[in-house]
């Protein structure tokens, strides 16, 4: 789930425990364009105060209306509204190119369970939360990583807690401003350097540190689909024990730091673990998009953007990569064309 919604989870808590009332809206189902996606949740405090997003503006305005012109009744149940049915709507609304979006609004109570939900998000783990609309009730439950939203009409049910993990290796200082984007961009993230000059200074909050190796790392977390792997350490002795390893799994990024010198020596060296060219491709190295980046910070966003676009399924294309760019500019700087003339 997104940082920004689980903020709405936990300030929603908060105003149940200090006894405001509030309303959760969340995103149920999307037709054409629209600014947020489904599961993307917005709270209305009893006095109008808001926190999330659902839309660009105009609809939470519309909600806040609700709420000041009639309240939040205590026994209230939850229910379904459509905005931007028709195009009037979805230009009043601010939906784009007739966009409909579907809420589930539903009146919070100590019974709908957000602390409980909230501690369990904290602990770590993936769960479901089941929402009865005829009676407002909710349960929890465990939940895998393929799960996803579902409503029925009846039933509402959202997953929350970490949906992606993040192995990185290497304690450096890069992996400290890395790690700290990743945990706001809500990987579940574990750093693995068996080094102890650089782990006994680690201090990344909602990280995890581990001193094992780490290709015995990469082969205890079973990684899977939703995984990441990044190698920052520059040194081949634990970098390419990572790399040997994450290339055979189904993680959906396996990249390295280095230079394009070193990269292709890294993969020359890959060769010799048998693998085999379909798993060296997957190899992003040199990591990250080609920003112009040369400090920690700078690197790191490079790195997390291209984590972002293969999370996301957006291929594009070789130039904009550290080692498509470079080698462009290259041949800028002897004013030829990309063919050589």
Known sequence: MESVDLDVLKTSARWIEEGRRALLVTVVKTWGSSPRPEGAMLAVRDDGLVVGSVSGGCIEDDLIARVHAAGIAADARPEAVKYGVTAEEAHRF???C????QLVLEPLTRASGLAALCDAIECGRL???TLALATGRATLADAD???GLAFDGERLVTVHGPRYRMLVIGAGQLSRYLTQIAVGLDYQVTVCDPREEYTDAW????????????DDTVLEM???ARSAVIALTHDPKLDDLALMEALKTPAFYVGALGSRRNNAARRERLKEFDLSDAELARLHGPAGFYIGSRTPPEIAISILAEVTAAKNGVSLPTIVQVEGAKAAREIEARGEDACGV
């Open 94 to 96: 601010g939906l784009p």
């Open 222 to 224: 079973k990684l899977d």
């Open 145 to 147: 990583a393929t799960a």
């Open 98 to 101: 007739g966009g409909t979006i």
């Open 127 to 129: 769960v479901t939360r």
């Open 203 to 214: 201090d990344v909050p909602g990280t995890k540190l581990v001193r094992t190796m780490p």
